[in-house]
């Protein structure tokens, strides 16, 4: 798996970055991590800390982009698979519970949540789906494959202030 590579693992690293940093700024939550030896259809769920039930599922993606390129190079959308979307949306379904995108842009270590589907596993957003040429895996190589351009119009932003980013940069 891709992950096992130096890329992959920093591309790991990066995703937990942008978890710690969601639960620095809501430390009401709490974060399950699928397992990454394997190929799970998202990466976690996010719970009420103290809480007995999970609250959201969450896809995360990392991005060496900065808002700047987000907003004017790639039109303000995010591309992930359309694959992705539908095991999210068939998670929230069986589950009950919303589906989350997080962004988190690595130059800028901004984070974007997105709220993809409602708790019945119903789309809230609107969204293109192309078949288009992209980059096969963190390694590198070429795919053809179906991607959903999320809009990122309603994505909330979090992104640390300069006090909160030099308190984590003491922790690692």
Request: hydrophobic share 35%; with cysteine.
């Amino acid at each position: 798996m891709d992950i096992n590579t130096p890329k992959g693992q920093k591309s790991l690293g990066y995703e937990r970055d942008a978890v710690c940093l969601f639960l620095k700024l809501y430390p009401q939550y709490g974060f399950i991590e699928t397992n990454k030896k394997t190929p799970a259809a998202i990466d976690g769920f996010f719970f009420l800390a103290g809480g007995d039930q999970i609250d959201y599922a969450v896809e995360i993606k990392t991005r060496n982009m900065t808002k700047e390129m987000l907003r004017n190079r790639f039109g303000n959308t995010w591309l992930v698979t359309h694959e992705k979307i539908l095991r999210g949306q068939q998670i929230s379904d069986l589950l009950c519970i919303p589906f989350v995108g997080m962004l988190y842009l690595i130059p800028d270590k901004t984070l974007y949540t997105l709220k993809i589907t409602d708790e019945l596993g119903k789309f809230v957003i609107d969204f293109g789906v192309e078949n288009t040429r992209t980059q096969e895996t963190i390694n590198g190589g070429v795919a053809w494959r179906t991607n959903a351009y999320l809009p990122m119009e309603t994505a909330k932003e979090h992104q640390w202030n300069t006090r909160q980013r030099a308190d984590y940069a003491r922790t690692r």
